[in-house]
């Protein structure tokens, strides 16, 4: 979502920016203190921006080892114990967007408390009868009475339509695993031929139709002629398997959700994504599928938003963590692939599956 300033600059976090606004002493404060312990029990992790106005700010005690710091010229310090943590950098006259991407990924939205000089959408609190006409900060914003008897009510569904409208503009983007040396096969799959066409080029194709953004291929490996000029992500160095492409992709574009797919399944279509797609919502940080009676999930054939991407980034730096882990994060569903559309999950990695494959594809086809 983007958020203007005067100067028209937008932000660039992924997460849904709302605005609280109104005259002093309209009770935004008490507002957002009535609605976050509602939408943390929807499920959502929020952040919250206040303007002090008057360079009043101060949250640290003087003489304490982090002020110090402060006053020696650290430009941002972090502290904490088992319990919380708080940091503290220096501001100067940056845009409210730039304030804003100083937020973590990891918010599914940032309530912005003040601010009236900029046009963020959000909510404008009046006392009393609602004005016609009104300030020019009110743009973009829905005027909503305090004393009205559904106050509480009409500001939560605002936010639920802006988180919503928010998600649904997000750009997705796909990303092809290419890489890997396809041993037990024999050669490449990619360039394996299925109704005329490789198999990487079937894939493409169908990511293009379902994907608002580019489709990138991840690796390095082989690539028919008629996909030299497509876009290509080298494997995040020091890192084996489909996490490197992973990484690659959401380092690439991290402000974009991700469809990550691989070359090695033949028979998936759009039907089948365009079921996923649908699974993804305001909260929801992944979709990892399940083979109903697998042990695992489906982190290829899988849809990741960029809320995620620093826990995908924190199992990167565990030797032994594995992308099942994904599926143990508690924004992450994994819902069971309807039976219809099951095989569109289905790897091929030797010579006999890759027949079995083609003929159930011929099956099919007639």
């Known amino acids: 979502m983007c958020i203007f300033p005067p100067d028209n600059v937008s932000a660039n976090t992924s997460s849904c920016i709302i605005g609280i606004s109104g005259y ?49 010229g650290a430009d941002y310090i972090f502290a904490h114990d088992e319990r919380q943590g708080f940091a503290r950098s220096r501001c ?4 409210l967007s730039d304030l804003a991407d100083r937020f973590p990924r990891g918010l599914d939205l940032i309530l912005i408390e003040g601010h009236k000089g900029y046009v963020v959408p959000g909510i404008w609190v009046e006392i009393g009868k609602i004005k016609t006409g009104g300030p020019a900060e009110m ?7 305090r004393d009205d008897p559904r106050y ?53 194709d169908i990511l293009s139709e379902v994907s608002s953004g580019k489709v990138m291929m991840l690796g390095s490996g082989p690539l028919p002629q008629s996909l030299d000029a497509v876009e290509r992500l080298p494997d995040v160095t020091g890192l084996k398997g489909p996490l490197s492409g992973l990484l690659s992709a959401f380092r690439w574009a991290p402000g974009s959700a991700w469809i990550i797919s691989s070359v090695d399944m033949p028979l998936m279509h759009k039907e089948a994504w365009e079921w996923l797609l649908s699974l993804r919502r305001p909260g929801v940080w992944a979709v990892l599928p399940k083979i109903k009676g697998s042990k695992g999930v489906e982190t290829t054939g899988a849809v990741y938003e960029p809320m995620i991407f620093e826990y995908v980034e924190s199992l990167a730096r565990k030797e032994a963590a594995k992308l ?9 569903v994994t819902p069971v692939i309807p039976g219809s559309l099951a095989l569109a999950w289905k790897n091929v990695n030797t010579g006999a599956e890759w027949k079995k494959a083609l003929e159930h594809d011929a099956r099919k086809m007639s």
């Open 152 to 204: 509480l009510d009409k500001v939560l569904s605002r936010i639920h339509k802006e988180m919503e409208r928010s998600h649904a503009q997000r750009v997705i983007n796909a990303g092809l695993l290419i890489g890997g040396k396809s041993t037990r096969m024999g050669r490449p799959k990619a360039l394996l031929m299925t109704r005329g066409k490789t198999l990487v080029e079937r894939s493409f």
């Open 139 to 145: 743009k973009g914003k829905e005027v909503i009475c």
């Open 324 to 332: 099942q882990e994904i599926a143990r994060h508690p924004k992450v």
């Open 92 to 95: 100067g006259k940056e845009d």
């Open 24 to 72: 002093s002493g309209t009770g935004k404060t008490t507002l957002i203190e009535k609605i976050l312990p509602i939408l943390k029990k929807e499920g959502l992790s929020v952040g919250v921006m206040k303007h002090i106005h008057h360079n009043n700010l101060d949250i640290d005690k003087k003489g304490k080892d982090t002020d110090r710091f402060y006053r020696a």
